[in-house]
């Protein structure tokens, strides 16, 4: 049996009667069991990437949304199945930092402020504290910017890497939690009884709650072992655009890297002229360059370039016009394993060795990234006398290139 339990093909198999159960009516209860004896001793990103892959066999999100209260009452009970948030998450200014420090806001006026008036109401139904109460539902959806942030920010990054299934099922319980708050707002304004008031309310605070667990065991460990450094930069930059709940980054999160002006010092290098696009000329054995024709010759090729020196420090990207991964200059001097996803960093790593230990000269890789066939290749970079300089990323888009048959051999229009 536990050969079949370790077999992903049974999983899925099980997964899916699961989901059929439910859809037949058990209750969560009824399958709570069998749920959690089939996830045993997986984490939580190969459990979103099973329910990934029955959602691409054609089975609705809906239906796999199905899931979700049962995920919250297995590892509500044994959290310790679940891959928990990595240091980056306890770091201020970190979008998961931020995003927890968030739900505490929320969990704290929950239960500071929209509690009290329901038992206030129940006790007392008066005019002033119904409209207490909608006031404080209306500053509780400002939640909707933490669901925002998760959906247009985080949500993205997981589907280039081809987690689909999750971030849909999620959204949809976002967007039941703001048409439920809507809905009772409008509720209490037309007079209707008041533990029906009540009632209503305690189910959105449990959906809220259940939310807040989901996003903390389960969506946030995922986020951390699929997406790199760089990618959380972004998150970082361009969450302000959309806004905070409850809680506001006190400061800037800045990632630790290497000033490569003081490192090429302290290897006694020089640096030729200050600027990327300076008039400089760099003579090579084969040519005479200008620094801004080269950097203009590396944007031009219709592939992303990264290069890492032999002390596994990021040096150097190009900027073409359609990056397949997407970098920003605050990964110039950064070491190579913060600027891949940490649960790929380990063949990274492995890959560089075997290219620095002359093991290999170039290691390949191609994966389906959505409509693209992603070509990553790993290039050992060595001088005339074999000595180890770092390693060159060449990642291209070859779904173009397959597409192409017969002939061309006039111009296009």
């Known amino acids: 049996m536990s050969e079949q339990i370790n077999n992903r093909e049974y999983r899925q198999k099980v997964l899916k009667e699961i989901i059929l159960e439910l859809h037949d009516g058990k209750t969560v209860e009824e399958v709570q069991d069998r749920f959690a004896k089939l996830i045993e001793g997986i984490s939580a990103t190969e459990i979103s990437m099973m329910e990934n892959q029955l959602i691409m066999e054609g089975l609705p999100v809906s239906e796999v949304q199905r899931l979700c209260d049962v995920h919250a009452a297995v590892f509500k009970g044994s959290i310790e199945e679940i891959h928990m948030p990595d240091n980056p998450a306890e770091i201020p200014g970190h979008p998961v930092h931020t995003f927890k420090m968030e739900n505490r806001g929320i969990e704290g006026h929950i239960d500071k402020k929209v509690k009290p ?15 207490a109460l909608i006031k404080e539902l209306e500053k509780l959806y400002e939640l909707d910017k933490h669901y925002s942030r998760k959906e247009n920010l ?26 439920d708050i809507k809905n009772l707002k409008s509720f209490i304004n037309d007079n209707n009884d008041a533990k029906e008031i009540s009632s209503k309310a305690e189910t959105i605070i449990t959906s809220v709650e259940e939310m807040i667990f989901k996003e903390e065991n389960i969506l946030f460990p995922m986020a951390l072992d699929t997406l790199n450094e760089d990618e959380w930069l972004v998150i970082a930059k361009e969450s302000q655009e959309i806004g905070y709940c409850f809680y506001e980054p006190k400061k800037e999160w800045k990632p630790a890297r290497v000033n490569l002006k003081e490192k090429a010092e302290n290897d006694g290098e020089k640096i030729i002229g200050e600027s990327p696009i300076g008039g400089g000329y760099i003579n090579f054995e084969t040519g005479l360059l200008k620094a801004n024709e080269l950097e203009g ?12 020196d032999k002390d596994g420090i990021v040096k150097y990207f190009s900027q073409g016009k359609e990056r ?48 693209r066939y992603t070509l990553i290749r790993y290039f050992a970079v060595r001088d005339k006398d074999g000595n180890y300089l770092g390693t060159l990323e060449f990642t291209q888009d070859i779904a173009p290139i397959q597409a192409i048959e017969g002939e061309k051999r006039l111009l296009s229009d």
């Not at 129940?122 to 119904?130: G, I």
């Not at 219709?302 to 290069?307: G, L, N």
């Open 117 to 131: 008036l329901l038992s206030k109401l129940l006790e007392n139904d008066e005019k002033d504290t119904r409209t």
């Open 154 to 179: 985080i949500f993205p990054y997981l589907e280039k890497y081809g987690v689909t299934g999750p971030p849909q099922v999620m959204w949809g319980v976002d967007d039941e939690i703001r048409e």
């Open 297 to 308: 010759m590396l944007n031009a090729m219709p592939v992303d370039i990264t290069f890492v």
């Open 324 to 371: 397949i991964f997407p970098r920003t200059k605050a990964v110039i001097g950064r070491t190579v394993s913060n600027c891949h996803p940490p649960a790929s960093v380990h063949v990274v790593e492995k890959i560089v060795e075997d290219l620095m230990s002359g093991k290999k000269d170039h290691e390949d890789f191609w994966i389906r990234m959505g409509d």
